[in-house]
Protein backbone atom coordinates (compact mmCIF):
# COMPACT_ATOMS: atom_id res chain seq x y z
CA UNK A 1 0.00 0.00 0.00
CA UNK A 2 1.58 2.87 -1.29
CA UNK A 3 1.72 6.34 1.09
CA UNK A 4 -0.76 8.27 -1.46
CA UNK A 5 -3.75 5.84 -1.10
CA UNK A 6 -3.14 6.05 3.28
CA UNK A 7 -3.59 9.92 2.49
CA UNK A 8 -6.91 9.14 0.54
CA UNK A 9 -8.58 7.42 3.55
CA UNK A 10 -8.77 10.45 5.19
CA UNK A 11 -12.04 11.24 7.11
CA UNK A 12 -12.74 13.67 4.81
CA UNK A 13 -12.45 11.75 2.32
CA UNK A 14 -15.04 9.61 3.84
CA UNK A 15 -17.12 11.80 4.77
CA UNK A 16 -17.62 12.05 0.37
CA UNK A 17 -18.19 9.00 0.42
CA UNK A 18 -20.69 8.61 2.96
CA UNK A 19 -22.74 11.70 1.31
CA UNK A 20 -22.28 9.91 -2.05
CA UNK A 21 -23.47 6.59 -0.77
CA UNK A 22 -26.73 8.82 0.87
CA UNK A 23 -27.33 10.60 -2.18
CA UNK A 24 -27.78 7.28 -4.08
CA UNK A 25 -30.27 6.12 -1.68
CA UNK A 26 -32.17 9.02 -2.62
CA UNK A 27 -32.56 8.03 -6.15
CA UNK A 28 -33.01 4.55 -5.75
CA UNK A 29 -36.43 4.39 -5.16
CA UNK A 30 -37.12 6.21 -8.38
CA UNK A 31 -34.56 4.18 -9.88
CA UNK A 32 -35.98 1.02 -9.18
CA UNK A 33 -39.59 1.94 -10.29
CA UNK A 34 -38.22 3.70 -13.53
CA UNK A 35 -35.91 0.44 -14.16
CA UNK A 36 -38.96 -2.39 -12.87
CA UNK A 37 -41.90 -0.86 -14.98
CA UNK A 38 -40.51 1.07 -17.76
CA UNK A 39 -36.80 0.08 -18.56
CA UNK A 40 -37.15 -3.26 -18.25
CA UNK A 41 -40.57 -3.75 -20.33
CA UNK A 42 -38.67 -1.63 -22.58
CA UNK A 43 -35.64 -4.28 -23.04
CA UNK A 44 -38.10 -6.64 -23.38
CA UNK A 45 -40.00 -5.50 -26.23
CA UNK A 46 -36.55 -5.36 -27.94
CA UNK A 47 -36.21 -9.28 -26.67
CA UNK A 48 -39.72 -10.09 -28.11
CA UNK A 49 -39.37 -8.87 -31.08
CA UNK A 50 -36.73 -11.31 -31.98
CA UNK A 51 -38.78 -14.03 -31.05
CA UNK A 52 -42.13 -15.74 -32.61
CA UNK A 53 -44.92 -16.10 -29.60
CA UNK A 54 -48.47 -16.33 -28.97
CA UNK A 55 -47.56 -15.53 -25.27
CA UNK A 56 -48.07 -18.70 -23.89
CA UNK A 57 -46.39 -21.31 -25.31
CA UNK A 58 -42.68 -20.97 -26.59
CA UNK A 59 -40.94 -18.62 -28.08
CA UNK A 60 -38.72 -19.53 -31.37
CA UNK A 61 -36.00 -17.39 -31.94
CA UNK A 62 -36.47 -15.58 -35.46
CA UNK A 63 -33.94 -13.14 -35.42
CA UNK A 64 -35.03 -9.64 -37.62
CA UNK A 65 -37.66 -11.35 -39.87
CA UNK A 66 -40.60 -9.38 -37.77
CA UNK A 67 -38.81 -6.30 -39.00
CA UNK A 68 -38.74 -7.95 -42.23
CA UNK A 69 -42.62 -8.91 -42.09
CA UNK A 70 -43.53 -5.32 -40.52
CA UNK A 71 -41.84 -3.61 -43.91
CA UNK A 72 -43.21 -5.77 -45.99
CA UNK A 73 -46.94 -5.74 -44.51
CA UNK A 74 -48.85 -2.97 -46.60
CA UNK A 75 -51.17 -2.42 -43.73
CA UNK A 76 -48.53 -2.52 -40.82
CA UNK A 77 -46.57 0.12 -43.06
CA UNK A 78 -49.83 1.60 -43.73
CA UNK A 79 -50.20 2.52 -40.22
CA UNK A 80 -46.69 4.05 -39.69
CA UNK A 81 -47.98 6.56 -43.10
CA UNK A 82 -51.31 6.98 -41.32
CA UNK A 83 -49.67 8.44 -38.32
CA UNK A 84 -47.12 10.63 -40.14
CA UNK A 85 -50.18 12.03 -42.25
CA UNK A 86 -51.87 12.58 -38.26
CA UNK A 87 -48.70 15.05 -38.10
CA UNK A 88 -50.72 17.21 -40.25
CA UNK A 89 -53.69 17.73 -38.57
CA UNK A 90 -52.29 17.44 -35.36
CA UNK A 91 -49.40 18.88 -35.47
CA UNK A 92 -48.92 21.27 -38.28
CA UNK A 93 -52.24 22.91 -38.35
CA UNK A 94 -52.61 23.46 -34.52
CA UNK A 95 -49.42 25.26 -34.53
CA UNK A 96 -50.40 27.57 -37.79
CA UNK A 97 -53.86 28.40 -36.66
CA UNK A 98 -52.29 28.48 -32.47
CA UNK A 99 -49.57 31.66 -33.69
CA UNK A 100 -53.12 33.03 -35.52
CA UNK A 101 -55.20 32.75 -32.62
CA UNK A 102 -52.21 33.80 -29.87
CA UNK A 103 -51.32 36.79 -31.73
CA UNK A 104 -54.78 37.80 -31.86
CA UNK A 105 -55.44 37.54 -27.82
CA UNK A 106 -51.80 39.66 -27.47
CA UNK A 107 -53.23 42.26 -29.71
CA UNK A 108 -56.63 42.90 -29.33
CA UNK A 109 -57.86 41.24 -26.06
CA UNK A 110 -55.51 41.10 -23.16
CA UNK A 111 -58.23 42.10 -20.64
CA UNK A 112 -61.11 39.87 -20.05
CA UNK A 113 -61.62 38.48 -23.19
CA UNK A 114 -58.23 37.35 -23.23
CA UNK A 115 -58.47 35.42 -19.98
CA UNK A 116 -61.95 33.88 -21.03
CA UNK A 117 -60.57 32.56 -24.59
CA UNK A 118 -57.68 31.28 -22.61
CA UNK A 119 -59.70 29.40 -20.44
CA UNK A 120 -62.04 28.30 -22.89
CA UNK A 121 -59.16 26.80 -25.44
CA UNK A 122 -57.61 25.15 -23.07
CA UNK A 123 -60.73 22.99 -21.64
CA UNK A 124 -60.23 20.23 -24.49
CA UNK A 125 -56.64 19.68 -23.30
CA UNK A 126 -57.91 18.16 -19.39
CA UNK A 127 -60.36 15.98 -20.37
CA UNK A 128 -59.63 12.54 -21.27
CA UNK A 129 -58.78 11.86 -25.02
CA UNK A 130 -61.29 9.10 -24.60
CA UNK A 131 -63.99 11.72 -23.87
CA UNK A 132 -62.65 13.44 -27.02
CA UNK A 133 -63.29 10.56 -29.16
CA UNK A 134 -66.99 9.81 -28.33
CA UNK A 135 -68.03 13.46 -28.22
CA UNK A 136 -66.45 13.77 -31.71
CA UNK A 137 -67.70 10.18 -32.86
CA UNK A 138 -71.29 11.64 -32.03
CA UNK A 139 -70.58 15.03 -34.07
CA UNK A 140 -68.80 13.68 -36.93
CA UNK A 141 -71.83 10.73 -37.38
CA UNK A 142 -74.66 10.90 -39.91
CA UNK A 143 -77.39 12.89 -37.34
CA UNK A 144 -74.35 14.64 -35.60
CA UNK A 145 -73.93 18.84 -35.46
CA UNK A 146 -70.93 18.57 -38.53
CA UNK A 147 -73.73 17.27 -40.77
CA UNK A 148 -76.49 19.72 -39.29
CA UNK A 149 -74.24 22.52 -39.76
CA UNK A 150 -73.46 21.83 -43.33
CA UNK A 151 -77.19 21.04 -44.14
CA UNK A 152 -77.77 24.42 -42.74
CA UNK A 153 -75.60 26.54 -44.79
CA UNK A 154 -76.99 24.72 -48.45
CA UNK A 155 -74.00 22.30 -48.20
CA UNK A 156 -76.56 18.83 -47.35
CA UNK A 157 -74.92 17.21 -50.30
CA UNK A 158 -71.72 16.68 -49.18
CA UNK A 159 -73.25 15.24 -45.74
CA UNK A 160 -71.68 11.62 -44.88
CA UNK A 161 -70.81 9.44 -41.80
CA UNK A 162 -67.30 11.29 -41.59
CA UNK A 163 -65.69 8.79 -39.64
CA UNK A 164 -67.05 5.49 -41.92
CA UNK A 165 -66.02 6.74 -45.26
CA UNK A 166 -62.77 5.73 -46.67
CA UNK A 167 -61.70 9.16 -48.03
CA UNK A 168 -62.93 10.96 -44.82
CA UNK A 169 -62.08 9.04 -41.91
CA UNK A 170 -58.65 9.89 -41.39
CA UNK A 171 -58.98 13.62 -42.12
CA UNK A 172 -61.77 13.31 -39.79
CA UNK A 173 -59.34 11.87 -37.02
CA UNK A 174 -57.05 14.68 -37.58
CA UNK A 175 -60.18 17.19 -37.08
CA UNK A 176 -60.52 15.74 -33.59
CA UNK A 177 -56.60 16.15 -33.06
CA UNK A 178 -56.83 20.00 -33.87
CA UNK A 179 -59.75 20.41 -31.51
CA UNK A 180 -57.59 19.34 -28.81
CA UNK A 181 -54.64 20.53 -29.46
CA UNK A 182 -55.20 24.00 -30.66
CA UNK A 183 -55.94 25.48 -26.92
CA UNK A 184 -52.87 24.18 -25.52
CA UNK A 185 -50.53 25.68 -28.65
CA UNK A 186 -52.46 28.85 -27.99
CA UNK A 187 -51.74 29.03 -24.76
CA UNK A 188 -48.34 28.14 -24.75
CA UNK A 189 -47.74 30.42 -27.18
CA UNK A 190 -49.49 33.13 -26.10
CA UNK A 191 -47.33 32.64 -23.12
CA UNK A 192 -44.49 33.25 -24.93
CA UNK A 193 -45.51 36.33 -26.75
CA UNK A 194 -46.32 38.02 -22.82
CA UNK A 195 -42.71 37.52 -22.76
CA UNK A 196 -41.02 39.03 -25.45
CA UNK A 197 -40.08 42.81 -24.99
CA UNK A 198 -42.62 45.28 -25.69
CA UNK A 199 -39.91 47.88 -27.17
CA UNK A 200 -39.75 45.51 -30.22
CA UNK A 201 -43.57 46.41 -31.25
CA UNK A 202 -42.95 49.90 -30.54
CA UNK A 203 -40.11 50.02 -32.71
CA UNK A 204 -42.11 48.24 -35.57
CA UNK A 205 -45.14 50.08 -35.27
CA UNK A 206 -42.84 53.49 -35.45
CA UNK A 207 -42.00 52.15 -38.87
CA UNK A 208 -45.43 51.57 -39.81
CA UNK A 209 -45.56 47.92 -39.72
CA UNK A 210 -48.89 46.61 -40.10
CA UNK A 211 -50.22 43.19 -38.38
CA UNK A 212 -48.62 41.09 -41.00
CA UNK A 213 -45.43 42.55 -40.96
CA UNK A 214 -45.20 42.80 -37.04
CA UNK A 215 -46.24 39.20 -36.84
CA UNK A 216 -43.02 38.01 -39.19
CA UNK A 217 -40.14 40.17 -37.73
CA UNK A 218 -41.20 40.37 -34.52
CA UNK A 219 -43.70 37.98 -32.62
CA UNK A 220 -42.05 34.69 -35.15
CA UNK A 221 -38.31 34.88 -34.47
CA UNK A 222 -39.35 35.60 -30.98
CA UNK A 223 -41.28 32.10 -30.51
CA UNK A 224 -38.83 29.70 -31.72
CA UNK A 225 -38.13 27.92 -28.42
CA UNK A 226 -42.48 27.81 -27.89
CA UNK A 227 -42.86 26.71 -31.23
CA UNK A 228 -40.30 23.77 -31.01
CA UNK A 229 -42.26 22.61 -27.60
CA UNK A 230 -45.25 22.59 -29.56
CA UNK A 231 -44.28 20.84 -32.21
CA UNK A 232 -42.22 18.18 -29.97
CA UNK A 233 -45.75 17.87 -28.06
CA UNK A 234 -47.87 17.20 -30.80
CA UNK A 235 -45.95 15.14 -33.10
CA UNK A 236 -45.80 12.87 -30.19
CA UNK A 237 -49.16 13.03 -29.86
CA UNK A 238 -49.66 12.09 -33.10
CA UNK A 239 -47.14 9.52 -33.63
CA UNK A 240 -48.33 8.06 -30.61
CA UNK A 241 -51.95 8.35 -30.92
CA UNK A 242 -53.88 5.74 -29.62
CA UNK A 243 -56.67 6.76 -27.39
CA UNK A 244 -58.62 8.86 -29.87
CA UNK A 245 -58.67 6.40 -33.04
CA UNK A 246 -59.25 3.99 -30.24
CA UNK A 247 -62.24 5.31 -29.45
CA UNK A 248 -63.79 6.99 -32.55
CA UNK A 249 -62.88 4.64 -35.38
CA UNK A 250 -60.96 1.40 -33.86
CA UNK A 251 -58.80 1.83 -36.89
CA UNK A 252 -61.55 1.48 -39.71
CA UNK A 253 -63.04 1.04 -42.03
CA UNK A 254 -60.52 -1.05 -43.62
CA UNK A 255 -57.35 -0.30 -41.93
CA UNK A 256 -57.80 3.81 -43.39
CA UNK A 257 -57.33 4.91 -39.62
CA UNK A 258 -55.15 2.33 -38.29
CA UNK A 259 -51.94 3.93 -36.17
CA UNK A 260 -48.77 1.65 -35.06
CA UNK A 261 -50.60 2.37 -31.66
CA UNK A 262 -53.72 0.51 -32.86
CA UNK A 263 -51.74 -2.39 -34.31
CA UNK A 264 -49.11 -2.49 -31.63
CA UNK A 265 -52.69 -3.57 -29.54
CA UNK A 266 -54.65 -5.95 -32.08
CA UNK A 267 -51.24 -7.95 -32.94
CA UNK A 268 -50.68 -8.09 -28.98
CA UNK A 269 -54.19 -8.63 -27.28
CA UNK A 270 -56.29 -10.13 -30.31
CA UNK A 271 -54.18 -11.79 -32.75
CA UNK A 272 -51.30 -13.15 -30.22
CA UNK A 273 -48.77 -11.84 -32.59
CA UNK A 274 -46.34 -10.57 -29.88
CA UNK A 275 -43.59 -10.35 -31.65
CA UNK A 276 -44.55 -8.48 -34.37
CA UNK A 277 -46.18 -5.85 -32.24
CA UNK A 278 -42.75 -5.43 -30.79
CA UNK A 279 -41.24 -4.96 -33.55
CA UNK A 280 -43.56 -2.89 -34.35
CA UNK A 281 -43.70 -1.12 -31.19
CA UNK A 282 -39.53 -0.70 -31.48
CA UNK A 283 -39.79 0.71 -34.96
CA UNK A 284 -42.34 3.29 -33.57
CA UNK A 285 -40.06 4.67 -30.54
CA UNK A 286 -37.49 4.73 -32.84
CA UNK A 287 -39.50 6.82 -35.38
CA UNK A 288 -40.31 9.17 -32.33
CA UNK A 289 -36.88 9.51 -31.37
CA UNK A 290 -35.91 10.26 -34.81
CA UNK A 291 -38.48 13.13 -35.40
CA UNK A 292 -38.19 14.66 -31.72
CA UNK A 293 -34.29 14.87 -30.98
CA UNK A 294 -33.61 17.04 -34.21
CA UNK A 295 -36.20 19.52 -33.00
CA UNK A 296 -34.88 19.27 -29.50
CA UNK A 297 -31.38 19.93 -30.86
CA UNK A 298 -32.94 23.35 -32.85
CA UNK A 299 -34.38 23.91 -29.45
CA UNK A 300 -31.22 23.57 -27.62
CA UNK A 301 -29.00 25.55 -30.33
CA UNK A 302 -31.79 28.59 -30.18
CA UNK A 303 -31.28 29.21 -26.45
CA UNK A 304 -27.55 29.42 -26.04
CA UNK B 1 -54.95 49.65 -33.77
CA UNK B 2 -58.06 50.67 -35.85
CA UNK B 3 -61.74 49.83 -34.05
CA UNK B 4 -62.31 47.36 -37.25
CA UNK B 5 -59.24 45.55 -36.09
CA UNK B 6 -60.01 45.26 -32.85
CA UNK B 7 -63.67 43.92 -33.50
CA UNK B 8 -62.33 41.41 -35.92
CA UNK B 9 -60.07 39.59 -33.49
CA UNK B 10 -62.33 39.50 -31.22
CA UNK B 11 -65.15 38.05 -33.64
CA UNK B 12 -62.21 35.53 -34.34
CA UNK B 13 -62.22 34.81 -30.80
CA UNK B 14 -65.40 33.94 -30.17
CA UNK B 15 -65.73 31.77 -33.26
CA UNK B 16 -62.85 29.91 -31.57
CA UNK B 17 -64.51 30.19 -28.23
CA UNK B 18 -67.86 28.71 -29.97
CA UNK B 19 -66.30 26.32 -31.75
CA UNK B 20 -64.75 24.69 -28.45
CA UNK B 21 -67.64 24.63 -27.08
CA UNK B 22 -70.28 23.65 -28.99
CA UNK B 23 -69.45 19.90 -28.78
CA UNK B 24 -69.88 20.34 -25.47
CA UNK B 25 -72.99 21.82 -25.58
CA UNK B 26 -74.27 19.24 -28.44
CA UNK B 27 -73.43 16.05 -26.18
CA UNK B 28 -75.81 18.04 -23.58
CA UNK B 29 -79.07 18.65 -25.49
CA UNK B 30 -78.73 15.01 -26.45
CA UNK B 31 -78.09 13.66 -23.52
CA UNK B 32 -81.54 15.09 -22.66
CA UNK B 33 -83.57 13.17 -25.45
CA UNK B 34 -85.34 10.26 -24.37
CA UNK B 35 -83.23 6.82 -24.57
CA UNK B 36 -82.85 4.95 -27.59
CA UNK B 37 -83.79 8.09 -30.28
CA UNK B 38 -81.64 8.90 -32.57
CA UNK B 39 -81.57 12.99 -32.02
CA UNK B 40 -79.73 15.58 -34.38
CA UNK B 41 -76.70 16.83 -33.87
CA UNK B 42 -78.01 20.33 -31.71
CA UNK B 43 -81.46 20.02 -30.86
CA UNK B 44 -83.15 21.32 -28.13
CA UNK B 45 -85.90 18.40 -26.74
CA UNK B 46 -89.99 19.12 -26.39
CA UNK B 47 -89.78 17.13 -22.84
CA UNK B 48 -86.18 17.19 -21.59
CA UNK B 49 -85.80 13.68 -19.69
CA UNK B 50 -83.34 15.05 -17.04
CA UNK B 51 -83.80 11.44 -15.89
CA UNK B 52 -80.98 10.00 -18.22
CA UNK B 53 -78.77 11.44 -15.99
CA UNK B 54 -79.90 9.02 -12.80
CA UNK B 55 -80.27 6.54 -15.13
CA UNK B 56 -76.68 6.52 -16.73
CA UNK B 57 -75.35 6.82 -12.82
CA UNK B 58 -76.62 3.68 -11.99
CA UNK B 59 -75.57 2.14 -15.29
CA UNK B 60 -72.25 3.92 -15.72
CA UNK B 61 -71.95 2.67 -12.18
CA UNK B 62 -70.63 6.36 -11.26
CA UNK B 63 -70.06 6.09 -7.49
CA UNK B 64 -67.69 2.82 -7.81
CA UNK B 65 -65.86 4.66 -10.76
CA UNK B 66 -65.45 7.78 -8.54
CA UNK B 67 -63.74 5.38 -5.78
CA UNK B 68 -62.02 3.46 -8.28
CA UNK B 69 -59.86 6.96 -10.19
CA UNK B 70 -60.06 8.40 -6.67
CA UNK B 71 -57.57 5.62 -5.08
CA UNK B 72 -55.56 5.24 -8.10
CA UNK B 73 -55.07 8.98 -7.72
CA UNK B 74 -54.26 8.51 -4.66
CA UNK B 75 -52.17 5.85 -4.62
CA UNK B 76 -49.83 7.26 -7.54
CA UNK B 77 -49.33 10.87 -6.90
CA UNK B 78 -48.26 11.18 -3.31
CA UNK B 79 -46.12 8.54 -4.14
CA UNK B 80 -44.50 9.10 -7.27
CA UNK B 81 -43.95 12.89 -6.06
CA UNK B 82 -41.95 11.58 -3.15
CA UNK B 83 -40.35 9.63 -5.05
CA UNK B 84 -39.34 12.01 -7.88
CA UNK B 85 -38.66 14.76 -5.35
CA UNK B 86 -35.83 12.85 -3.62
CA UNK B 87 -34.47 11.70 -7.37
CA UNK B 88 -34.29 15.47 -8.30
CA UNK B 89 -32.62 16.25 -4.66
CA UNK B 90 -30.02 14.63 -5.52
CA UNK B 91 -28.94 14.69 -8.86
CA UNK B 92 -29.86 18.62 -8.99
CA UNK B 93 -28.52 20.09 -5.53
CA UNK B 94 -26.52 16.65 -3.73
CA UNK B 95 -25.16 16.25 -7.49
CA UNK B 96 -23.81 12.55 -6.53
CA UNK B 97 -21.36 11.76 -8.24
CA UNK B 98 -23.27 9.92 -11.33
CA UNK B 99 -25.58 12.26 -11.58
CA UNK B 100 -25.69 13.44 -15.07
CA UNK B 101 -25.52 9.98 -16.29
CA UNK B 102 -28.75 9.18 -13.88
CA UNK B 103 -30.73 12.46 -15.83
CA UNK B 104 -29.63 11.69 -19.08
CA UNK B 105 -31.10 7.85 -18.13
CA UNK B 106 -34.28 9.12 -16.76
CA UNK B 107 -34.66 11.80 -19.83
CA UNK B 108 -34.27 9.12 -22.22
CA UNK B 109 -37.88 7.94 -20.75
CA UNK B 110 -39.59 11.65 -21.40
CA UNK B 111 -40.51 11.21 -25.41
CA UNK B 112 -41.50 7.25 -24.55
CA UNK B 113 -44.85 6.30 -26.15
CA UNK B 114 -47.04 4.06 -23.45
CA UNK B 115 -47.95 1.82 -26.82
CA UNK B 116 -43.79 0.56 -27.09
CA UNK B 117 -43.75 -0.79 -23.63
CA UNK B 118 -47.76 -1.99 -22.70
CA UNK B 119 -46.94 -5.20 -24.38
CA UNK B 120 -44.02 -6.77 -21.91
CA UNK B 121 -45.84 -5.04 -19.33
CA UNK B 122 -49.21 -7.00 -19.93
CA UNK B 123 -46.81 -10.45 -19.88
CA UNK B 124 -44.85 -8.85 -16.74
CA UNK B 125 -47.63 -8.05 -14.69
CA UNK B 126 -49.20 -11.57 -15.58
CA UNK B 127 -46.22 -13.63 -14.06
CA UNK B 128 -46.50 -10.53 -10.98
CA UNK B 129 -49.79 -11.64 -10.25
CA UNK B 130 -51.35 -8.01 -9.90
CA UNK B 131 -52.88 -8.50 -13.45
CA UNK B 132 -56.98 -6.69 -13.08
CA UNK B 133 -55.94 -5.34 -9.67
CA UNK B 134 -55.99 -1.46 -9.37
CA UNK B 135 -51.73 -2.25 -8.59
CA UNK B 136 -51.66 -3.23 -12.50
CA UNK B 137 -52.16 0.32 -13.41
CA UNK B 138 -50.94 2.20 -10.11
CA UNK B 139 -47.29 0.50 -10.01
CA UNK B 140 -46.42 1.39 -14.05
CA UNK B 141 -47.82 4.73 -13.84
CA UNK B 142 -45.56 5.53 -10.90
CA UNK B 143 -42.89 4.29 -13.25
CA UNK B 144 -43.33 6.06 -15.77
CA UNK B 145 -44.07 9.26 -14.00
CA UNK B 146 -40.20 9.02 -13.27
CA UNK B 147 -38.73 10.44 -16.22
CA UNK B 148 -41.22 13.38 -16.23
CA UNK B 149 -41.09 14.08 -12.19
CA UNK B 150 -37.28 13.65 -11.84
CA UNK B 151 -36.69 15.58 -14.82
CA UNK B 152 -39.34 18.71 -13.37
CA UNK B 153 -37.46 18.67 -9.63
CA UNK B 154 -34.23 18.49 -10.77
CA UNK B 155 -34.89 21.49 -12.59
CA UNK B 156 -35.94 22.97 -9.44
CA UNK B 157 -33.06 22.30 -7.22
CA UNK B 158 -30.58 22.86 -9.43
CA UNK B 159 -31.33 26.57 -9.36
CA UNK B 160 -31.50 26.48 -5.14
CA UNK B 161 -28.94 28.65 -4.22
CA UNK B 162 -25.95 26.52 -2.21
CA UNK B 163 -25.99 28.56 0.80
CA UNK B 164 -29.21 27.48 2.31
CA UNK B 165 -27.80 23.69 2.36
CA UNK B 166 -24.06 24.91 3.20
CA UNK B 167 -25.45 27.03 6.12
CA UNK B 168 -27.75 24.03 7.90
CA UNK B 169 -24.78 21.41 7.39
CA UNK B 170 -22.82 24.01 9.62
CA UNK B 171 -25.73 23.58 12.44
CA UNK B 172 -25.28 20.05 11.76
CA UNK B 173 -28.07 19.04 9.85
CA UNK B 174 -27.75 15.66 8.15
CA UNK B 175 -29.14 14.74 4.61
CA UNK B 176 -32.44 13.88 5.27
CA UNK B 177 -33.45 17.18 7.82
CA UNK B 178 -31.97 18.84 5.21
CA UNK B 179 -33.90 17.54 2.43
CA UNK B 180 -37.31 17.31 4.74
CA UNK B 181 -37.02 20.60 6.77
CA UNK B 182 -35.23 22.64 4.69
CA UNK B 183 -35.68 21.72 0.72
CA UNK B 184 -39.07 20.34 0.47
CA UNK B 185 -40.96 23.19 1.80
CA UNK B 186 -38.65 25.61 -0.71
CA UNK B 187 -39.32 23.22 -3.20
CA UNK B 188 -43.54 23.42 -2.28
CA UNK B 189 -44.67 25.24 -5.50
CA UNK B 190 -42.43 22.77 -7.70
CA UNK B 191 -43.91 19.86 -6.08
CA UNK B 192 -47.77 21.54 -6.56
CA UNK B 193 -47.71 21.83 -10.01
CA UNK B 194 -46.20 18.30 -10.70
CA UNK B 195 -48.95 17.14 -8.56
CA UNK B 196 -51.96 18.56 -10.83
CA UNK B 197 -50.11 17.23 -13.98
CA UNK B 198 -49.82 13.77 -12.75
CA UNK B 199 -52.58 13.47 -10.79
CA UNK B 200 -54.59 15.13 -14.42
CA UNK B 201 -52.23 12.18 -16.70
CA UNK B 202 -53.64 9.63 -13.75
CA UNK B 203 -57.52 10.47 -14.34
CA UNK B 204 -57.23 10.21 -18.30
CA UNK B 205 -54.99 7.53 -18.25
CA UNK B 206 -56.58 5.38 -20.75
CA UNK B 207 -53.83 2.61 -22.61
CA UNK B 208 -53.32 1.10 -19.25
CA UNK B 209 -56.16 0.39 -17.93
CA UNK B 210 -57.74 -1.06 -20.71
CA UNK B 211 -55.18 -3.60 -21.30
CA UNK B 212 -54.51 -4.21 -17.89
CA UNK B 213 -57.52 -4.22 -15.82
CA UNK B 214 -60.78 -5.94 -17.28
CA UNK B 215 -63.07 -4.89 -15.08
CA UNK B 216 -64.39 -1.25 -15.86
CA UNK B 217 -65.15 -0.78 -12.08
CA UNK B 218 -61.49 -1.12 -11.05
CA UNK B 219 -60.55 1.21 -13.91
CA UNK B 220 -59.61 5.10 -14.09
CA UNK B 221 -62.39 6.83 -15.34
CA UNK B 222 -61.08 7.61 -18.77
CA UNK B 223 -60.42 3.53 -19.14
CA UNK B 224 -64.11 3.09 -17.87
CA UNK B 225 -65.49 5.76 -20.10
CA UNK B 226 -64.28 3.30 -23.41
CA UNK B 227 -66.10 0.11 -21.39
CA UNK B 228 -68.85 2.39 -20.95
CA UNK B 229 -68.90 3.77 -25.06
CA UNK B 230 -68.21 0.10 -25.93
CA UNK B 231 -71.79 -1.13 -24.05
CA UNK B 232 -73.84 2.09 -25.24
CA UNK B 233 -72.89 3.05 -28.78
CA UNK B 234 -76.30 2.26 -29.93
CA UNK B 235 -78.46 4.46 -26.94
CA UNK B 236 -77.10 7.84 -28.66
CA UNK B 237 -79.16 9.95 -26.04
CA UNK B 238 -77.25 7.58 -22.85
CA UNK B 239 -73.90 7.20 -24.27
CA UNK B 240 -73.80 11.08 -24.08
CA UNK B 241 -75.28 11.28 -20.51
CA UNK B 242 -72.79 9.29 -19.15
CA UNK B 243 -70.32 10.91 -21.39
CA UNK B 244 -71.46 13.77 -19.55
CA UNK B 245 -71.26 12.58 -15.90
CA UNK B 246 -68.20 11.25 -16.56
CA UNK B 247 -66.41 14.54 -17.27
CA UNK B 248 -68.31 16.15 -14.69
CA UNK B 249 -65.38 16.04 -11.85
CA UNK B 250 -62.76 16.70 -14.81
CA UNK B 251 -64.79 19.60 -15.61
CA UNK B 252 -65.33 20.70 -11.80
CA UNK B 253 -61.90 21.12 -10.93
CA UNK B 254 -60.84 22.53 -14.09
CA UNK B 255 -63.21 25.52 -13.32
CA UNK B 256 -62.07 25.82 -9.35
CA UNK B 257 -58.17 25.45 -10.31
CA UNK B 258 -57.92 26.82 -13.90
CA UNK B 259 -55.32 29.27 -13.60
CA UNK B 260 -52.60 26.12 -11.29
CA UNK B 261 -53.89 23.65 -14.02
CA UNK B 262 -53.24 26.13 -17.46
CA UNK B 263 -49.55 26.81 -15.65
CA UNK B 264 -48.57 23.54 -14.68
CA UNK B 265 -49.34 22.12 -18.04
CA UNK B 266 -47.71 24.73 -19.65
CA UNK B 267 -44.51 25.45 -17.39
CA UNK B 268 -44.74 20.93 -17.93
CA UNK B 269 -44.42 21.12 -21.72
CA UNK B 270 -41.74 23.66 -21.47
CA UNK B 271 -39.71 21.93 -18.95
CA UNK B 272 -40.10 18.35 -20.99
Not at chain 1, 60 to 86: A, C, E, H, M, Q
Not at chain 1, 220 to 241: D, F, H, K, N, Q
Not at chain 2, 63 to 74: D, K
Request: hydrophobic share 55%; charged share 10%; proline share 6%.
Amino acid sequence: MTADRVIRRTPLRRGVRRRALIGWLFVAPALLMYTVFVLQPLGLTIQYSLYRWNGVGPATWVGLSNYLTVLRDPDLVGSILNSFKLVLFFSIVPVSLALVTASVIHRVATGRLGGLTRTVLFLPQVIPLVAAGIIWGWLLSLPGLINQALTAVGLGGVTRAWLGDFDTALPAVGLIGIWVLLGFCTVLLLAGMTKIDPALYESARLDGANWLREFLSVTLPSLRYEIGVCLTVTVVAALAAFDIVYVSTGGGPGNSTAVPGIQIYILTFLERQVGLASALAVILMLLVLAVILPIQRLNREDRS
Amino acid sequence: MSRAEHYAGAALLLTMMAVTVLPFLSIFTTALHPSGTLPRGIDWPAHPQWGNFVDAVQVANMGVLLRSSTFIVVAVVPVALVLATMAGFAIGLLRIPGARLLLLLFVFGLTLPFEGIITPLYFLEREMGILNTRFAIVLPLIGLFMPFGVFWMRAHFANVPHDISEAARVDGANTWTLFWRIHVPLARPAISSLGVLMAVWSWNQFLLALVLVEDPSRRTMAGALGAFQGHYATDIPLLCAGTMLILLPTLLVYVAFQRHIIAALLQGSVKG
